[in-house]
C-alpha cells in the first residue's frame, strides 16, 4: 500500500496528464475529459511509475480535495483544465448567489474585466463562503471574498456548471455581477 505523500503525489501526476498534457502520457480524453483507468495506468507506468488501478482508485477514494472521478472503469480530472480543446459540461442553473476567493490586489483588474478563468477553461466558484475563504487562502495577500450575481447572470445567457464535489464552474463573469464583500 502506498504511503500518503505518495498519494499526494500520485494525485499530482495525474492532475497534471487529465488536466494539462494527456499527451505527454499518451493518453486520449473523451470530450467530457475520460480516460479509461487502465489507459492511465498502462500510461503512468510506461512513464516509470510502479502502480495499479487500486493505487489510483486509493488515491481518489482517500483525496481531501476530490479532484478526480472514477466511474465505470473510467478517470476524469473534474475541474482546472488548461486544454485547449473544451471540455464539455452540462449546463445547470445556479443559486441566487456565488462566491470566488481572491486577493485585494487582483481586485481592480477583476472589477474592470470581470472574473476570468485565465490559464483554465473555467472559472471556479464556491456555494458558500467559507469554502471560497478555502481557495482565497491560497494565495499571498489580503484575502477578499467576492459575491457572484449567478442567477442574473445566469439569466443574461452566462453558462454555468456543477461538479458532483460541489465546486462551480462558470464561463466569465462580467463586472456587473460581481460585488465586492
Given at each position: ?65 476530490k479532484r478526480h472521478q472514477i466511474i465505470d472503469g473510467k ?28 486577493i485585494k490586489a487582483n481586485l481592480d483588474k477583476i472589477m ?41 447572470a445566469f439569466l443574461d445567457n452566462i453558462k454555468f456548471y ?20
Amino acid at each position: 500500500m502506498m504511503e500518503k505523500n505518495d498519494f499526494i503525489r500520485l494525485s499530482m501526476i495525474v492532475s497534471h496528464a487529465l488536466r494539462h498534457d494527456p499527451q505527454s502520457y499518451n493518453i486520449i480524453l473523451d470530450s467530457q475529459g475520460w480516460v479509461l483507468l487502465s489507459d492511465l495506468v498502462a500510461a503512468m507506468n510506461s512513464n516509470g511509475m510502479q502502480i495499479s488501478k487500486d493505487d489510483i482508485i486509493e488515491m481518489v477514494n482517500s483525496s481531501q480535495k476530490k479532484r478526480h472521478q472514477i466511474i465505470d472503469g473510467k478517470i476524469r480530472a473534474y475541474y482546472g483544465h488548461s486544454l485547449k480543446t473544451k471540455i464539455l459540461k452540462p449546463e445547470i442553473e445556479p443559486p441566487q448567489y456565488l462566491y470566488h476567493g481572491t486577493i485585494k490586489a487582483n481586485l481592480d483588474k477583476i472589477m474592470e474585466n470581470g472574473l476570468l478563468p485565465m490559464e483554465r477553461q473555467f472559472v471556479h466558484l464556491s456555494e458558500d463562503e467559507i469554502t471560497a475563504e478555502l481557495v482565497g487562502k491560497r494565495r499571498v495577500g489580503i484575502l477578499i471574498i467576492l459575491k457572484v450575481k449567478a442567477k442574473k447572470a445566469f439569466l443574461d445567457n452566462i453558462k454555468f456548471y456543477k461538479e458532483e464535489n460541489g465546486i462551480w464552474l462558470s464561463d466569465p463573469i462580467p463586472p456587473k455581477y460581481i460585488l465586492c464583500q
